[in-house]
């Protein structure tokens, strides 16, 4: 069956037979929490979501399919309008689902692949880091937070801000910086791009909240950011991703804070062979988003997700 993931920054589909082998998978940047005025998904983000539906209807038999679309559409006021037409054009029915159902089918997909590759274990803590919020979750604990890649950047207020005398001098004398203990101190006097030092502070203050609320040593990660990353530090362009290339995969803190200031200075062109089509900004607010979240936790990669919690349940009549 295809299970389609509808979210706010990604359509992700997946071909997948009842023994939870994935025949076929997809992935469209739709972007839908991107310029959202008054509380509307954008006609360009709805000409995108519709793009990804015509090209996947050309495959598949969409009215045979089980969609779910999450944070944007949970928001958004134009969602019934929006999925009247997608009902009426691809016979296809989409479930909006509230934020426990998605982050329980999130990892239904992620504890199946963990299982596969023989890394699950009890007590691991989940994080699915979408467009426009924050899933985190374990065998005790779930709750979806108000930030997510898109929504944090489009909020940014970037700022013209001339540097003290103070950044001054370490600019002229980096060598000083090594004397400053306090990691942030330390950032703020560095001479690094001032927008990139802005959203670097501004992701400490938006997981504030989740952070308090963070338990656990082993963390699986399943959104684009960290996927794209470990893709990224195999040399793997977007066009040629294997999931394969990334589950398993483990990180450190400090690769989020590594990759965000490399794309940084990625240039527009090799970002979008590498990154995708104008991602470049979105992966350096999520980079910095987890860096800010998490601190000495192992934390895993698995990029199986909702799409594929949403074929499992069907398969093992789950219902959410």
Request: proline share 1%; with cysteine; aromatic share 14%.
């Amino acid at each position: 069956m295809l299970g389609i993931d509808i979210g706010s920054n990604t359509l992700r589909a997946v071909f997948m037979d009842e023994y939870f082998n994935k025949l076929k998978s997809e992935e469209f940047i739709i972007a839908t929490a991107k310029n959202m005025q008054n509380g509307l998904i954008s006609n360009e983000a709805i000409q995108r979501l519709f793009n990804a539906l015509k090209i996947l209807s050309e495959k598949y038999n969409l009215s045979q399919a089980k969609a779910v679309a999450t944070a944007a559409f949970r928001n958004a006021k134009n969602t019934e309008d929006i999925f009247i037409k997608i009902e009426k054009e691809f016979q296809l029915k989409i479930q909006v689902i509230d934020a426990k159902t998605e982050a329980k089918l999130s990892i239904l997909g992620m504890q199946e692949r963990l299982k596969t590759l023989k890394l699950f274990r009890k007590n691991l803590s989940y994080c699915d880091l979408g467009g426009a919020s924050c899933e985190i979750s374990n065998d005790y604990f779930s709750k979806s937070y108000d930030f997510g890649i898109i929504s944090f950047y489009e909020r940014m207020n970037f700022k013209a801000i001339k540097p003290n005398a103070y950044v001054n001098f370490f600019k002229k004398h980096p060598k000083n910086l090594a004397y400053i203990k306090d990691k942030k101190l330390k950032i703020h006097f560095s001479s690094y791009p001032v927008h990139f030092k802005q959203i670097f502070f501004e992701a400490f203050n938006v997981i504030k909240e989740a952070k308090k609320n963070l338990k656990g040593k082993f963390f699986v990660l399943n959104s684009g950011v960290p996927t794209t990353l470990c893709a990224y530090k195999q040399n793997i362009k977007y066009k040629d991703y294997l999931e394969e290339s990334v589950n398993g995969k483990i990180l450190k803190r400090k690769d989020f804070f590594n990759f965000a200031l490399k794309i940084w200075n990625l240039e527009q062109e090799k970002a979008k062979i590498y990154l995708g089509e104008n991602r470049k900004k979105y992966l350096i607010a999520g980079s910095m988003i987890l860096f800010a979240l998490f601190d000495k936790q192992k934390l895993i990669v698995i990029d199986d997700g909702v799409r594929e919690g949403v074929c499992i349940a069907h398969f093992k009549n789950i219902k959410f």
